[in-house]
């Protein structure tokens, strides 16, 4: 997205601390697999690029303290130090 890529290159030019981390949107419970879908749907249409459904397997190699029995990992996403 050229929003994000702007952000990422201008925190990169001027020092501003960031780091592209990546991100997990978790169900803890059965239940909550549709409202996750319904999360990694919007995405899709927001056109967010390189979502992944992954298992709570997988998730709990990424984040060993984790449990939750599907993910989806949004591997571009960031946090910037605003301040």
Known sequence: M?????????????????????????????????QLAALEQKGIENCVEGLVRISGAQAAEMEPQLRCVEAVYSPLTGIVDSH
Do not use: I, W
Not at 10 to 15: A, I, K, L, T
């Open 2 to 34: 050229r929003g994000r890529d702007m952000l990422y290159e201008f925190c990169s030019r001027y020092g501003v601390p960031h780091r592209q981390c990546g991100k997990l949107l978790v169900a803890t419970a059965r239940n909550q697999v549709p």
